[in-house]
Protein backbone atom coordinates (compact mmCIF):
# COMPACT_ATOMS: atom_id res chain seq x y z
CA UNK A 1 0.00 0.00 0.00
CA UNK A 2 1.38 2.79 -1.16
CA UNK A 3 0.49 5.46 1.79
CA UNK A 4 2.19 9.30 1.86
CA UNK A 5 2.80 10.00 5.37
CA UNK A 6 6.33 11.19 6.45
CA UNK A 7 9.41 11.90 4.47
CA UNK A 8 11.52 9.30 6.28
CA UNK A 9 9.42 6.80 5.54
CA UNK A 10 10.97 7.13 1.58
CA UNK A 11 14.19 6.47 0.40
CA UNK A 12 15.70 9.66 -1.69
CA UNK A 13 15.40 7.82 -4.91
CA UNK A 14 11.38 7.38 -4.15
CA UNK A 15 11.07 11.57 -3.10
CA UNK A 16 13.35 12.78 -5.63
CA UNK A 17 11.37 10.62 -8.61
CA UNK A 18 7.80 12.54 -6.98
CA UNK A 19 9.84 15.96 -7.20
CA UNK A 20 10.81 15.15 -10.71
CA UNK A 21 7.52 14.10 -12.11
CA UNK A 22 6.05 17.08 -9.99
CA UNK A 23 8.27 19.28 -12.23
CA UNK A 24 7.39 17.41 -15.28
CA UNK A 25 3.95 18.00 -14.85
CA UNK A 26 4.38 21.80 -14.13
CA UNK A 27 6.33 21.84 -17.22
CA UNK A 28 3.36 20.40 -19.44
CA UNK A 29 0.57 22.31 -17.81
CA UNK A 30 2.66 25.61 -18.67
CA UNK A 31 3.44 24.81 -22.18
CA UNK A 32 -0.42 24.22 -22.64
CA UNK A 33 0.59 20.57 -23.88
CA UNK A 34 -2.72 18.33 -23.23
CA UNK A 35 -2.51 17.01 -19.27
CA UNK A 36 -2.53 13.06 -19.21
CA UNK A 37 -5.54 11.96 -17.09
CA UNK A 38 -4.26 9.29 -14.99
CA UNK A 39 -6.79 9.91 -12.22
CA UNK A 40 -9.43 9.26 -14.65
CA UNK A 41 -12.80 7.40 -12.78
CA UNK A 42 -11.02 7.78 -9.49
CA UNK A 43 -12.10 9.72 -6.68
CA UNK A 44 -9.91 11.06 -3.78
CA UNK A 45 -11.85 11.94 -0.58
CA UNK A 46 -10.26 14.70 1.56
CA UNK A 47 -10.88 14.99 5.15
CA UNK A 48 -10.53 18.14 7.00
CA UNK A 49 -10.55 18.34 10.85
CA UNK A 50 -8.79 22.06 10.23
CA UNK A 51 -8.93 25.35 7.91
CA UNK A 52 -7.16 24.82 4.90
CA UNK A 53 -7.12 26.85 1.57
CA UNK A 54 -3.88 25.76 -0.35
CA UNK A 55 -4.42 22.52 0.50
CA UNK A 56 -8.06 22.39 -0.17
CA UNK A 57 -7.74 23.99 -3.35
CA UNK A 58 -4.47 22.35 -4.77
CA UNK A 59 -5.93 19.11 -3.99
CA UNK A 60 -8.77 19.78 -5.51
CA UNK A 61 -8.08 21.44 -8.53
CA UNK A 62 -4.87 19.13 -8.91
CA UNK A 63 -7.44 15.94 -8.66
CA UNK A 64 -9.52 17.42 -11.56
CA UNK A 65 -6.58 18.09 -13.44
CA UNK A 66 -5.28 14.56 -13.27
CA UNK A 67 -8.95 13.56 -14.36
CA UNK A 68 -10.45 12.33 -10.97
CA UNK A 69 -12.94 13.20 -8.46
CA UNK A 70 -12.25 14.87 -5.17
CA UNK A 71 -14.35 15.23 -2.64
CA UNK A 72 -14.22 17.13 0.80
CA UNK A 73 -15.45 16.20 3.63
CA UNK A 74 -15.36 18.15 6.82
CA UNK A 75 -14.38 16.39 9.37
CA UNK A 76 -17.72 17.92 11.33
CA UNK A 77 -19.64 16.79 8.72
CA UNK A 78 -18.24 13.05 9.45
CA UNK A 79 -20.12 10.46 11.49
CA UNK A 80 -16.46 10.58 13.28
CA UNK A 81 -17.18 13.82 14.15
CA UNK A 82 -20.07 12.47 16.30
CA UNK A 83 -17.77 9.58 17.59
CA UNK A 84 -17.73 7.13 15.05
CA UNK A 85 -13.93 5.66 15.25
CA UNK A 86 -11.30 6.59 12.65
CA UNK A 87 -10.94 2.76 12.30
CA UNK A 88 -14.38 2.14 10.83
CA UNK A 89 -14.14 5.47 8.40
CA UNK A 90 -11.05 4.24 7.25
CA UNK A 91 -12.88 0.54 6.34
CA UNK A 92 -15.70 2.22 5.13
CA UNK A 93 -14.24 4.81 2.92
CA UNK A 94 -11.79 2.37 1.42
CA UNK A 95 -14.77 0.97 -0.08
CA UNK A 96 -16.51 4.01 -1.94
CA UNK A 97 -12.75 5.73 -2.89
CA UNK A 98 -9.60 5.73 -4.29
CA UNK A 99 -7.71 7.50 -2.35
CA UNK A 100 -7.93 9.29 1.14
CA UNK A 101 -6.30 12.98 2.26
CA UNK A 102 -6.45 13.70 5.33
CA UNK A 103 -5.34 17.32 7.35
CA UNK A 104 -5.87 16.32 11.20
CA UNK A 105 -4.87 17.35 14.70
CA UNK A 106 -3.62 14.26 16.23
CA UNK A 107 -0.77 12.57 14.05
CA UNK A 108 -2.20 9.14 15.65
CA UNK A 109 -5.14 9.71 13.86
CA UNK A 110 -3.55 9.36 10.39
CA UNK A 111 -1.31 6.31 11.24
CA UNK A 112 -4.91 4.26 12.52
CA UNK A 113 -6.58 5.99 9.47
CA UNK A 114 -3.87 4.41 7.04
CA UNK A 115 -3.53 1.16 9.01
CA UNK A 116 -7.30 0.71 8.74
CA UNK A 117 -7.57 1.64 5.32
CA UNK A 118 -7.15 -0.45 1.80
CA UNK A 119 -6.37 2.12 0.10
CA UNK A 120 -3.84 4.99 -0.43
CA UNK A 121 -3.31 7.75 2.46
CA UNK A 122 -1.93 11.09 2.33
CA UNK A 123 -0.70 13.04 5.07
CA UNK A 124 -2.17 16.68 4.57
CA UNK A 125 -0.83 18.26 7.72
CA UNK A 126 -0.81 16.50 11.89
CA UNK A 127 0.18 18.33 14.34
CA UNK A 128 3.26 16.10 14.33
CA UNK A 129 4.40 17.15 10.09
CA UNK A 130 3.18 18.65 6.77
CA UNK A 131 5.17 16.45 4.14
CA UNK A 132 3.42 17.79 1.05
CA UNK A 133 4.08 21.19 2.40
CA UNK A 134 7.85 19.94 2.21
CA UNK A 135 7.52 18.34 -1.59
CA UNK A 136 6.31 21.85 -2.52
CA UNK A 137 9.14 23.76 -0.50
CA UNK A 138 11.78 21.08 -2.39
CA UNK A 139 10.39 21.54 -5.51
CA UNK A 140 10.60 25.47 -4.96
CA UNK A 141 14.80 24.53 -4.32
CA UNK A 142 15.35 23.30 -7.20
CA UNK A 143 13.89 25.80 -9.35
CA UNK A 144 16.04 28.73 -7.61
CA UNK A 145 19.16 26.58 -7.05
CA UNK A 146 19.45 23.21 -8.44
CA UNK A 147 20.17 19.86 -6.94
CA UNK A 148 19.34 19.79 -3.08
CA UNK A 149 22.37 18.18 -1.74
CA UNK A 150 24.70 20.33 -0.25
CA UNK A 151 22.21 23.57 0.02
CA UNK A 152 22.04 25.16 3.19
CA UNK A 153 18.64 26.23 4.92
CA UNK A 154 18.06 28.46 7.52
CA UNK A 155 14.28 27.83 9.80
CA UNK A 156 13.61 30.54 12.03
CA UNK A 157 10.99 30.25 14.67
CA UNK A 158 8.61 27.77 15.93
CA UNK A 159 9.95 24.13 16.04
CA UNK A 160 6.40 22.80 14.66
CA UNK A 161 5.34 20.26 12.73
CA UNK A 162 6.87 22.15 9.39
CA UNK A 163 10.28 22.08 11.24
CA UNK A 164 9.87 18.62 11.30
CA UNK A 165 9.07 17.92 7.43
CA UNK A 166 12.24 20.10 7.20
CA UNK A 167 14.31 17.92 9.09
CA UNK A 168 13.10 14.48 7.34
CA UNK A 169 13.96 16.23 4.14
CA UNK A 170 17.67 17.66 4.76
CA UNK A 171 18.31 13.86 6.04
CA UNK A 172 16.85 12.68 2.93
CA UNK A 173 18.30 15.01 0.42
CA UNK A 174 21.66 15.94 2.33
CA UNK A 175 21.37 19.52 2.83
CA UNK A 176 22.20 21.81 5.67
CA UNK A 177 19.60 22.71 8.12
CA UNK A 178 19.92 25.61 10.30
CA UNK A 179 16.99 26.12 13.29
CA UNK A 180 17.10 29.12 15.10
CA UNK A 181 14.90 29.91 17.86
CA UNK A 182 14.50 29.77 21.46
CA UNK A 183 15.62 26.21 22.77
CA UNK A 184 11.85 26.09 24.54
CA UNK A 185 10.50 25.31 21.28
CA UNK A 186 13.20 23.58 19.44
CA UNK A 187 11.90 20.74 17.39
CA UNK A 188 11.02 17.33 19.47
CA UNK A 189 14.60 15.70 20.32
CA UNK A 190 13.91 11.96 19.49
CA UNK A 191 13.65 13.44 15.80
CA UNK A 192 16.79 15.35 16.11
CA UNK A 193 18.21 12.04 17.50
CA UNK A 194 17.21 10.29 14.25
CA UNK A 195 18.31 13.28 12.20
CA UNK A 196 21.58 12.65 13.55
CA UNK A 197 21.59 9.12 13.50
CA UNK A 198 20.81 9.59 10.12
CA UNK A 199 23.86 11.63 8.99
CA UNK A 200 21.77 14.56 8.76
CA UNK A 201 23.54 18.07 8.56
CA UNK A 202 21.13 19.88 10.93
CA UNK A 203 22.91 22.72 13.56
CA UNK A 204 20.29 23.54 16.42
CA UNK A 205 21.03 27.54 17.64
CA UNK A 206 19.26 29.85 19.33
CA UNK A 207 21.59 32.64 17.52
CA UNK A 208 19.86 33.91 14.38
CA UNK A 209 23.33 35.34 12.94
CA UNK A 210 24.57 32.22 12.78
CA UNK A 211 21.63 31.06 10.91
CA UNK A 212 21.55 32.93 8.09
CA UNK A 213 25.35 33.63 7.68
CA UNK A 214 25.69 33.25 3.85
CA UNK A 215 22.75 31.08 3.65
CA UNK A 216 20.77 30.37 0.51
CA UNK A 217 17.13 29.21 1.86
CA UNK A 218 15.74 31.37 4.31
CA UNK A 219 11.98 29.57 5.66
CA UNK A 220 9.77 30.69 8.78
CA UNK A 221 6.23 29.72 9.93
CA UNK A 222 3.80 31.41 11.53
CA UNK A 223 4.67 31.49 15.54
CA UNK A 224 0.97 30.36 16.39
CA UNK A 225 0.03 26.87 14.60
CA UNK A 226 -3.68 25.81 14.40
CA UNK A 227 -4.46 24.35 17.89
CA UNK A 228 -1.13 26.12 19.48
CA UNK A 229 -1.90 28.44 22.61
CA UNK A 230 -0.52 32.01 22.19
CA UNK A 231 0.94 32.10 25.58
CA UNK A 232 3.91 34.28 25.52
CA UNK A 233 5.12 33.19 21.95
CA UNK A 234 5.31 36.44 20.28
CA UNK A 235 7.52 38.08 22.79
CA UNK A 236 9.92 34.90 22.63
CA UNK A 237 9.86 34.12 19.00
CA UNK A 238 10.14 37.94 17.72
CA UNK A 239 14.07 38.54 18.00
CA UNK A 240 13.52 35.07 14.83
CA UNK A 241 11.78 37.70 12.75
CA UNK A 242 12.50 38.22 9.04
CA UNK A 243 13.32 40.99 8.31
CA UNK A 244 15.74 42.84 5.41
CA UNK A 245 18.21 43.77 7.84
CA UNK A 246 18.63 39.76 8.58
CA UNK A 247 17.97 38.98 4.80
CA UNK A 248 21.13 41.13 4.20
CA UNK A 249 22.86 38.66 5.92
CA UNK A 250 22.39 35.57 3.77
CA UNK A 251 23.53 35.12 0.39
CA UNK A 252 23.18 37.27 -1.85
CA UNK A 253 20.95 34.91 -4.12
CA UNK A 254 19.07 33.69 -1.18
CA UNK A 255 15.01 33.47 -1.39
CA UNK A 256 12.40 33.58 1.34
CA UNK A 257 10.07 30.90 1.93
CA UNK A 258 6.69 30.42 4.04
CA UNK A 259 4.35 27.48 3.67
CA UNK A 260 1.43 30.81 4.20
CA UNK A 261 -0.75 32.07 5.80
CA UNK A 262 1.55 34.59 7.08
CA UNK A 263 1.13 36.88 9.81
CA UNK A 264 3.19 40.02 8.43
CA UNK A 265 4.98 42.30 11.02
CA UNK A 266 5.56 39.33 12.72
CA UNK A 267 7.04 36.27 11.82
CA UNK A 268 8.56 38.22 8.76
CA UNK A 269 8.04 41.50 7.17
CA UNK A 270 6.17 42.79 4.40
CA UNK A 271 9.19 44.41 3.14
CA UNK A 272 10.64 40.52 3.00
CA UNK A 273 7.43 38.83 2.13
CA UNK A 274 6.52 41.06 -0.49
CA UNK A 275 10.33 41.89 -1.91
CA UNK A 276 12.19 40.43 -4.48
CA UNK A 277 13.62 37.71 -3.20
CA UNK A 278 9.89 35.99 -2.05
CA UNK A 279 9.64 32.86 -3.24
CA UNK A 280 6.39 32.33 -1.68
CA UNK A 281 3.87 32.44 -4.42
CA UNK A 282 5.79 30.30 -6.59
CA UNK A 283 6.32 27.72 -3.11
CA UNK A 284 2.08 27.63 -2.87
CA UNK A 285 1.56 27.08 -6.68
CA UNK A 286 4.17 24.08 -6.78
CA UNK A 287 1.31 22.67 -4.02
CA UNK A 288 -0.42 22.14 -6.94
CA UNK A 289 2.11 20.19 -9.00
CA UNK A 290 3.74 18.39 -6.57
CA UNK A 291 0.47 17.04 -5.00
CA UNK A 292 -0.10 15.86 -8.18
CA UNK A 293 3.23 13.88 -8.65
CA UNK A 294 2.58 12.15 -4.79
CA UNK A 295 -1.31 11.24 -5.74
CA UNK A 296 0.25 9.60 -9.09
CA UNK A 297 2.94 7.75 -7.19
CA UNK A 298 0.38 6.80 -4.84
CA UNK A 299 -2.16 5.48 -6.98
CA UNK A 300 0.43 3.86 -9.18
CA UNK A 301 -0.54 5.59 -12.53
CA UNK A 302 2.41 7.47 -13.50
N1 LIG B 1 0.48 25.85 3.67
C1 LIG B 1 -0.71 25.28 3.88
O1 LIG B 1 -0.84 24.08 4.13
O2 LIG B 1 -1.76 26.13 3.74
P1 LIG B 1 -3.28 25.86 4.10
O3 LIG B 1 -3.38 25.76 5.61
O4 LIG B 1 -4.03 27.04 3.56
O5 LIG B 1 -3.72 24.58 3.45
N1 LIG C 1 2.48 25.36 11.28
C1 LIG C 1 1.26 25.81 10.65
C2 LIG C 1 1.24 25.43 9.22
C3 LIG C 1 0.02 25.90 8.46
C4 LIG C 1 0.00 25.43 7.05
C5 LIG C 1 0.07 25.24 11.38
O1 LIG C 1 0.09 24.06 11.72
O2 LIG C 1 -0.89 25.99 11.63
Not at 77 to 105: F, K
Not at 224 to 246: H, T, W
Request: proline share 4%; charged share 20%; glycine share 6%.
Amino acid sequence: MRHFLDLKDFSTDTLQSILDEGLRMKGTQKSGDRHELPLSGKTVAMIFEKPSTRTRVSFEVGITQLGGTPLVLSASDLQSGRGESIEDTARVLSRYVNAIMIRCYKHETLLNLSEHSSVPVINALTNWSHPCQLMADLMTMIEYHGPLAGQTVAWLGDGNNVAVSWIEAAVRFGFQLRIAGPQRYAPPASLLAWARANGGDIILTDDVNLAIEKVQTVVTDVWISMGADEGSRCKDFAPYQVNAKLMRSAASDAIFMHCLPARRGMEVTAEVIDGPQSAVFEEAENRLHAQKAIMAWCLEVN
